[in-house]
């Protein structure tokens, strides 16, 4: 049974005309606008990449480099952003990122407990990616020690995420028949664990108010 089958040579379409359409540059403005914290489906973007390299359509390294130029490129402008505007910008606009002013002082806590660490962190964890560029620059922290702590981060990233699409487009046909053939109990598998995260948090309610 070819269930998904269509759906997914679909999906493939559609992502190869894009690709063929803009190729690089849309790589390099989906990770330059997804630093600065406008939502883009950069994590896709660069599984995708990974994918079409196998498939030859792109170079593996110029992906690497194109994302990397991108990122740090939007790095570098919400940093001198942060640096010339400060709190106010994040206090103002930050609502459009999702960003609240709870989200910020923890974030601000955050940054301020892990310092130039935070920044390496940040690029594995939603949001925080796109607010420590600000940050940086309104914690008046050395472009040198914040650019270089966002290069490591971005390399170990960009470059998992990369291999991740190549791995995926290496072994394509072995995982298309694994889901096909084991969706059922994949899906049974996570309704199992939702019910038991739900029971749980039902329970320890109870368990408040009798102690109460």
């Not at 992502?15 to 990770?31: D, K």
């Not at 170079?59 to 130029?69: H, K, L, P, R, S």
């Not at 206090?91 to 923890?106: A, D, H, M, S, V």
Request: with cysteine; glycine share 10%; net charge positive.
């Amino acid at each position: 049974m070819s269930i998904g089958r269509d759906e997914i040579l679909d999906y493939k379409d559609v992502a190869l005309e894009l690709v063929e359409l803009y190729g690089y540059w849309a790589l390099f403005f989906t990770m330059f606008i997804d630093t600065l914290g406008i939502p883009m489906p950069s994590k896709t973007m660069l599984t995708l990449s990974g994918y079409f390299s196998h498939m030859g359509i792109l170079n593996y390294t110029q992906i690497f480099i194109v994302a990397m130029a991108g990122t740090l490129g939007g790095f570098t402008s919400g940093y001198t952003i942060g640096r010339k505007i400060g709190t106010p910008l994040i206090e103002k606009y930050g609502r459009f990122i999702c960003l609240t002013p709870e989200k910020t002082t923890r974030l601000e806590k955050w940054f301020e407990k892990y310092g130039p660490w935070a920044i390496l962190i940040a690029y594995f964890l939603p949001v925080a990616r796109s607010v420590v560029p600000y940050l940086s620059g309104i914690s008046k922290m050395s472009f040198v020690t914040a650019i270089g702590m966002a290069a490591v981060g971005a390399t170990c990233w960009i470059l998992l995420l990369i291999s991740f699409g190549l791995v995926i487009g290496q072994n394509w046909i072995v995982l298309e028949a694994l889901l096909v053939d084991y969706y059922p109990y994949l899906i049974g598998g996570v309704l199992t664990l939702v019910a038991a995260a739900v029971w749980s948090k039902v329970r320890n309610k109870k368990g408040t108010k009798e102690v109460q």
